[in-house]
């Protein structure tokens, strides 16, 4: 006979099918079975996604320990640890336990929360995955046992209940899945971008950074120092603080660990020893250990710590042989790692190994490249020079007769383009009676003068003019966008200060005076007309008595 009266069951079967998610369900089955009023506290354990434990989703304790509900909500309760809710899941029957057949944790819970019955009810759904129940409800009571017919009225309660519950319960676990998925995949991209940052990166101290920022963001570690091999030896080359609170422990430690470099001796420090065994090492607390012998500088390293409690400590690998070495340490509270963690930790070192070596190599490269661009400016300059012996003379510092050839082609070209808008004119100064000259003062008093009469030139010669020693003891000017009129006032401007001035030379103070001859150029031109007419205009310049500008 079904204690549920029609109507009452219609109204719960109305519930559980307007139920949108596993929690109003259960909260609606917390709720009937309040309603019963057969226990004084119940628990509702549902198998997690993993099926390996039930999960506490629902909670009522006797009314005086209610206040401890909220701290046992999502507690996991293994399977195979041989209690009440394993036993009911295993034998998917009812298991009672009072003080007369509970085993020692039993008993030990019994007394703890004044019961004197717990029930445990596996809540076997029909069709549910692999036939196993989906969980188990378990019942309180604190005065006298319940009786059974209470139990046929719960399990009426929960026949209406179970098919929803296993459908809601698989649906919550594919929700789980799904977003674990997602959290999953949000990680891995996450992980991409810290190695495609640490590639990128090219200074090794920014490197030490990422890396540590990456490792004290996944594993709540307090500091972390890195090591390398140089020289057979291992050198400290950084150490970072999870916190600014820290930096001043950090700092000190630092000043202490720049005392490496270590020998590559295993019996140094605990770190070279590691190295060594190409191995990373944990040691999940420092505090149970730290009675046993250490090397010197490990043990003044922990102390300044203080409380150090887990060491991670591991090798950097590039190409699989160990390059260095990093460590992690926690402070105060020690740092659970799992086989997973472990497994990451491993990858990244050899990660860690290759971005400091390719930063290593970029360096080298980079001096390198300093290198060769020194060596290009000393090259450049070289040719430079060489370029500038090649087309000036030697003793006056004028371009030469070659470098007046080009340019002089160069600027006819470029006047018979420009036609009547650009003059071009040519002077050529000629030093009078030099040969008596050198006759009289010797050839070395003789090359004082050409350089003398060169830099006179020079002096009152424009940017754009091509001032040339042309042979002996005569120079030639290119003068361009230069009119007749303009070349004859600068021939005898120059011819006017030579005559007017004595040069110091190796025979003394002397004097010499310069003739000059000038024309421009005329259309039809070409080098050998325009220079002969020049050469004609010097030659009545010494016609007329030297030291004068004659021009045609
Ligand atoms: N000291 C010195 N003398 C040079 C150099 N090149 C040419 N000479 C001399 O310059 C002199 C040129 O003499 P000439 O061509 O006869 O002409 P000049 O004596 O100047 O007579 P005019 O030109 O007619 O006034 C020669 O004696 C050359 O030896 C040089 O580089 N240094």
């Not at 369900?25 to 628990?43: N, Q, T």
Request: glycine residues 6%.
């Amino acid at each position: 006979m079904p204690f549920l009266a029609p109507e009452r069951t219609y109204q719960i079967i109305n519930g559980i099918i307007n139920a949108e998610r596993l929690d109003d369900l259960l909260d609606l089955l917390c709720a009937e079975i309040v309603a019963l009023g057969v226990a004084d506290g119940y628990l509702v354990n549902m198998r997690d996604a993993s099926g390996g434990y039930l999960s506490c989703l629902k909670i009522r304790y006797p009314a005086e320990y209610q206040n401890l509900e909220q701290s046992y909500l999502g507690y996991k309760i293994p399977l195979d640890n041989g209690q009440l809710n394993a036993r009911a899941m295993a034998t998917r029957e009812l298991v009672r336990v009072n003080p007369g057949n509970a085993n020692s944790e039993e008993q030990n819970i019994l007394l703890y929360w004044k019961i004197q019955e717990m029930t445990g009810m596996p809540l076997c759904a029909p069709g549910a995955p692999a036939g196993a129940p989906i969980g188990v409800l378990v019942l309180l009571k604190q005065g006298p046992a319940i009786p059974d017919e209470d139990f046929a009225k719960v399990q009426e309660l929960l026949g209406l209940f179970l098919a929803s519950l296993s459908r809601w319960l698989h649906f919550s676990h594919l929700e789980q899945l799904h977003d674990e998925a997602t959290a999953a995949v949000a990680e891995n991209q996450r992980l991409l971008q810290f190695l495609d940052d640490m590639t990128s990166l090219t200074s090794l101290d920014k490197i030490y950074e990422l890396f540590a920022a990456e490792l004290i963001r996944q594993l709540p570690f307090d500091l972390a120092s890195f090591y390398l091999v140089e020289d057979d030896h291992l050198h400290f080359r950084k150490a970072i603080a999870a916190r600014p609170q820290l930096e001043s422990l950090r700092q000190e430690w630092e000043h202490h660990l720049l005392q490496t470099p270590y020998p590559l001796d295993p019996t140094a420090s605990g770190l070279v020893y590691v190295m060594l065994r190409d191995e990373a090492m944990v040691f999940p607390d420092f505090q149970e250990i730290r009675h046993l012998p250490l090397a010197g500088y490990d043990k003044k390293s922990l102390a300044i710590l203080r409380t150090p409690r887990t060491l991670f400590i591991s090798p950097i690998r590039h190409h699989k042989k160990p390059i260095g070495i990093f460590a992690l340490y926690s402070l105060e509270h020690t740092v659970e790692l799992s086989n997973a963690d472990l497994d990451l930790l491993g990858d990244l070192s050899s990660f860690l190994g290759t971005a400091i070596t390719n930063s290593k190599l970029y360096a080298t490269s980079q001096e390198q490249v300093l290198e060769i661009r020194h060596l290009n400016a000393m090259l450049e300059e070289k040719v430079e020079a060489l370029a500038k012996q090649a087309s000036t003379d030697q003793l006056t510092g004028l371009f030469n007769f070659r470098t007046f050839e080009d340019e002089l082609v160069r600027r006819l070209h470029e006047t018979a383009r420009a036609g009547d808008h650009e003059p071009l004119a040519l002077l050529l100064i000629d030093i009078d009676h030099f040969k008596r000259f050198n006759d009289t003062n010797g050839h070395a008093a003789g090359n004082d003068i050409l350089a003398a009469v060169a830099q006179e030139i020079g002096r009152h010669t424009r940017q754009s003019d091509k001032a040339c020693r042309y042979g002996g003891e005569e120079f030639v000017l290119i003068l361009p966008k230069c009119g007749l009129e303009g070349a004859i006032q600068l021939a005898e401007r120059i011819r006017d200060s030579i005559e007017c001035q004595a040069f110091a030379t190796c025979a003394g103070q002397r004097s010499v005076t310069v003739s000059a001859g000038c024309t421009i150029y005329r259309p039809g031109d070409d080098r050998q007309a325009l220079f002969n007419r020049a050469d004609q205009a010097l030659y009545q310049a010494k016609e007329r008595g030297r030291n004068r500008v004659c021009s045609l």
